[in-house]
Structures are given as C-alpha cells and as structure tokens.
DNA sequence: ACAGCTAATGATATCGATATCAAGACATCG
DNA sequence: CGATGTCTTGATATCGATATCATTAGCTGT
C-alpha cells in the first residue's frame, strides 16, 4: 500500500506545502514562494501552484509559519473578568473599548487574542507580539506581571506617577473638575459624589472633583456604591434620605446610577433638577431621552480602543510612544 | 524619553527548553516533561528544572507547542464588522454576546482570537481549533466559506431550513408573537413595525408579529429604519405624522429607537401608552428607568454567549452539538 | 547469580513553514 | 571562447516543542 498522503484519516485532511511540492514536481520552497506572490518565481509556474493550492484547498499552518517567523501578527487584550459585583468588562461600555480596539487592528491586519488574567489561557499570550490590558489599574501587581514578558505593552487607565510603559485613558480628573464647575455655576451648596474611588479611574474623577470644589470653599461628600446599576442609585438617595443627609447635587460614576438616582429624587418628592442637579458619566445614547434629559460627561470609549491599537501598532514597529489623556465634555442637559 | 521596549541584543531574549536543558545537565525532553508536571520524572529533578525556569524566566514557545501537537487552544470568533449605518457587532449589545463567549471559553482554559470577516488577518483563524461566527445571516456564503476549513463551527443569528452546521440564536420569532399579543390584549388596531428586516433576525421578529396579527385579521405597518439609534425613531415617528397613517402601537426592534419614538409621539401631542404603545428590545437595564417605563423583549445575550462556547466546547471534544433556540420573554412595563 | 521487571532518562524523528547558500541554465560582453 | 552576470530552482538547516522507541540503572524473585 502507498502511502500518498491523501488517504490520511481524519485529521483535517490538509494537505502540506510538501504535498503541493510533490504534485507540482518542484520543491517546498518554490511552493512557498509562489504562494508568497515572491518575484523569484516564473509567472507561469507561480500561476501554476496557486492554481494547484488553489483546487486542492490547500491551507496554510499558522503555527508553523509564526514559529518560523517568530511573530503572529496578533495582539493579545488582557481583560479584568472577575466575577464579582464590580464593574467587569464584560459590562456593554467597556466592551466598547474592546470594539474600537478589534477594529483598529484587524484593519492593520492583525487579530486580537482575547484573555482574561486568570486561567491557563494565559499561556496563549505569549505567542502575541504585544500586549493590551484593560480594566487593572495602571499600578496593580499584574501590570508588573505582564511587563516581565518583554512584549510591547499599552495600558488603557488612570496614569501613575512614573509609568514604565505607555497608558492611555480618559482625562477623569477633567471630568470631574467639569462637573465641580458646573454644580457651582449653578450655586449648589452640598454636591455628593456617587461611585466606587478604589477604582483608580473613579478615584481620579472624584479628586478632580473635590480638589475644585474645596477650593471654592465647598466640600463635598462621598457616597461609596461599588454597583453600577439603577438599583444602587436609587438606593444611595434612600440612604442619604433616611440619615437626613442635606444634598442638592448628585455626580454619579456613570448614567445607570445617575438614572436610578434621579428616580429616588423624584420619589421623595422634590424636583429635578430645581432641588437637586444630576450629572452622569459616559453620555450613553438614551441619556438624551431620559426624562429629565440627563446631563452627562461625554468619554469616547472607542476612539480610547483606536488610540490604544494604533500605539500598539507602533511599538510593534519600534517606533517610541507616549502616553496620552483623552479629553472629556459635559454634556449639559437638563438635569 | 520612552523605555518602551526591553531591548535585548538580537536573539529573542527567551531561553529554551535547549538552554534550561544545558543549564540543568538534562536533555530537552526531561525538561519537557518536567515542565508539564510529568510523572516520569523524579519529583526531585522536576523540582530543580521547574526552580531553574522560574528563576531565568523561562517562557514556552506557544507557536512551536501548537505546532507539535496540532491545536492551538483557541476558538477564533469573526465578527461582522462593516463600518455601514447597519448595526454593526461593535455596538454595545452584540459585544456583550462576545463577552458570555469569551467567560465561558477562557473558564474553559480556551482563548478567544477576535477577527473580522475581511482582513488578512483571517490567515490566523485556520489556526484556530473552532470558529464562531456572529453577525453574519446564516445563509450567507461567507458562512459557507468559513466551512470549507473544516473546522468545527458554530453559528450566532437565525435558523435556517437545513443547517449543515449548529445555529444558536434567540427566539425571534417569538419575540415579535410576543409583541403581536400583547397589543392584541390591548385591542391595537393599527400596530407599525420599526426596523430593518433585511436583517434575518429582525425579520423574523416581523414574521412573528405579522403572523400572528394577521391570524386575528389585523395587518400591520413595516416602516423600514435601518438605524438603531434615537434619532431614527424620532424619525420614524414622524414620518408616520407627515404621511398621516394611521398607529396606535409600534414594535421596535430596539430600545433606543423604542425610546425615540416615545419622545416623538409625546411631541406630537399624544399619549404613551393611552394614544400609542410602544415595545422596544433588548431589555437594556435602564428601560425601566425611563418614564413612562419601556416594554421590551428581554433576551439575554450573555446567556447565548456562554451557550455558543459551550456548544464549541463540546464540538472539540468530538460531541454531537444540536442547534438551539433561545427562549424570550415581553417585560411588560408602562408603555 | 541471572533472567525479568520497573523507573528514569535520552537520542532521534517530527510537526510545516522559511532563510541561507549553492547550483544549473542561459544570456551578455570583452 | 571563456568569464561574468542574471534568472530560476533546489538542498539543507532551522524555529522550539513533543512522541516514539531505546537505553541504563536499580530491584525483585527463585
């Protein structure tokens, strides 16, 4: 019995460039090289493989050509998934980012290998040839983790002191500032910030906030939610309603708090915004059809996803990269 | 000044199991084998092999491991991402189908290589060991070519009449039953569907709600919208003013222009639910937030995401995988 | 003591592609 | 006519891991 490689069982059934070799009786590297479109074949026999590759479907094996090559024109995105109550990334924003991020690369031709921190996937990262990590703070322990790899990194978050590596990330102190300003623009005397600070992201949207307020000579108090969702905005107004707390501005860390917030306002009788103004974060599309229209600091999730693939695509190319803040607006509406 | 990249003098800075083979006096198999915990080797050298990797940072080459064992861990999900107005994956809704698939792959030790239908990035899907896809119509031929690389597969959207593959997809058809009963219930003479039926899914939410209509003599309205957005409900809305048609429901095929479209008929003077009901879908989680409180269907991409993996899971394990539809439910709310 | 057995390790081939260098065919030129 | 150069093709080594089969050391049993 011959063993000609077509009868193989099973498997994928795909056949070599040895095989294309054979068939075409000229040897592997012709093969490749016709298939490379490379200038050192003759047209004719080049037309000839590709036909041949062609007819039989012949596919190429990634795995081989990345370890002969020693690169995979692919991007790994690290995200934080963790199962608890906190704002993952699995929530429909942040995978905003995630979009703007695939689009971007793949345009350039590169895939994006998607990751969670845990979990022996991890082992996959290492055969990209660079790194994006979303959703960890720039300082936490696996950002030293990842570095250790000596891949081309990008961090998308709040900026450290003396970053080793490029961050990029939305200008959250500006947004807080924003917010500061406007609420004193409008006179408000007792300003409450809603959220979750040990997120560095927050935390950084509730220093520029404070830092603007108090040197107006108004000090503003710290509502700790770690859920983003309506329920926990209409549960901290409950909570400030019942100890009596006096309030006439509400900045939450993101709309669905800012909704559920309002709703809990409304409830206990008093208007919004003429008792109370309300600010959100992120500017989602319905926040212009709430009902009062809601005022919102605008970030641009998916040009943060471009901007963190198109410096990843030039650290890949060895050109130097920089961090960057993106700015943000408020969006003033009615509330 | 920027210390974006380790820079090592040319090699890849990366020893192999060659190198800790050396170091360890060892062959390259015994490191192999201790490195994968192997009980061939004596707990007392592997302990040596796997100190000495950890101390020199020893990195395994992923590409020459896939190479070897012919799979690569990797489940390659391709996305429909055409920069059109048409709904694209990059909207935050379909993303998060992606996240319920990225969970459950990455719990499962599997990475997710994101990819769109275009590029020549999609050379790095053959290396994948199974291929989802979303957003592309079942029927497609770029389904069909994804099947030629014979790689296990499984596809997001509507069911078609014989699949040679498995389908998951929410009930779509029973979304629009759904709808069409409720507006029966509330005795609606001139029910207006909103939204892009040359979408198959959406399509056949129209089906299902025409159907069930017309069994009870009653014939609806399709306005044609191809955007999801609030502007084009707003739009859509008053098209139906300007050319005096009759309504007195309208199904939209999202929250956002369900939401639109509410804001434009209480501009137009009239009542929502009393003059017009409104159902929107997706249950996005500020629908009960918004006054007067939306009425959607509620299908849980997260879910169909988890689903999807898991049936691809099972396909790699060499399991029979049957297509499956997901159940949906009307939250009935104000409007 | 010697055949027979297990445990631990190693030599070699292999996965499928590409880089390097060499070689044959053919044309050009002094 | 021989030397040189261009064009096309091929033989071989290599990327870094693992499978297979062989080998050695240590142990048992009668």
Redesign the interface.
């Known amino acids: 019995m011959s063993r000609t490689r077509k009868d193989r069982p099973g498997?994928?059934?795909?056949l070599t460039m040895a095989d294309l070799a054979e068939l075409a009786g000229v040897s592997k590297i012709t093969v490749s090289r016709a298939l490379a479109d490379s200038p050192l074949v003759t047209p004719e026999t080049r037309e000839r493989i590709q036909a041949l590759a062609r007819d039989h479907?012949y596919?190429?094996?990634?795995?081989?050509r990345?370890?002969r090559l020693?690169r995979?024109?692919?991007v790994a995105?690290i995200?934080e998934?963790k199962p608890s109550s906190d704002r993952t990334?699995?929530d429909?924003?942040p995978?905003?980012l995630?979009?703007?991020i695939?689009?971007e690369?793949?345009?350039a031709?590169?895939?994006?290998?998607?990751?969670?921190r845990?979990?022996?996937?991890a082992?996959?990262?290492?055969?990209a040839d660079g790194l994006i990590l979303l959703g960890q703070g720039v300082r936490q322990d696996a950002v030293r983790r990842f570095d250790?790899?000596?891949l081309?990194m990008v961090v998308w978050g709040a900026h450290g002191e003396e970053d080793?590596?490029?961050v990029v990330g939305s200008d959250n102190r500006m947004g807080g500032r924003l917010v500061a300003e406007h609420f004193l623009r409008q006179g408000r005397r007792h300003p409450v910030f809603v959220g979750n600070p040990s997120h560095p992201e927050i935390f950084e949207r509730l220093s520029g906030f404070v830092d603007t307020l108090t040197a107006h000579g108004i000090k503003p108090l710290l509502l700790r939610r770690d859920e983003f969702?309506?329920a926990s905005g209409i549960d901290a107004v409950h909570s400030l309603a019942t100890r009596k707390v006096p309030f006439d501005a509400l900045f939450a860390c993101s709309?669905?708090l800012a909704?559920?917030a309002?709703?809990a306002v409304q409830e206990l009788g008093r208007k919004v915004p003429d008792d109370c103004s309300v600010v959100g974060y992120d500017d989602?599309?319905?926040a212009?059809?709430?009902?009062p229209a809601l005022s919102s600091v605008r970030q641009d999730w998916?040009a943060g996803g471009s901007l963190l693939a198109q410096k990843m695509l030039a650290?890949i190319a060895?050109e130097?990269?920089?961090s960057q803040v993106l700015p943000v607006s408020l969006v003033a509406r009615a509330t």
């Open positions: 498997r994928t059934g795909s479907g596919k190429l094996n990634v795995s081989a990345n370890l020693r995979s024109h692919t995105v995200v998934m990334m699995l429909p924003y995978l905003t995630l979009g703007g695939a689009q690369l793949t345009a031709g590169y895939s994006v290998l998607l990751t969670t845990q979990g022996a996937a082992a996959a990262v290492q055969a250790k790899l000596g081309p080793a590596h490029a969702t309506l709309d669905l909704m559920g309002i709703r989602m599309p319905m212009a059809a709430f009902q998916q650290l060895g130097p990269v920089e």
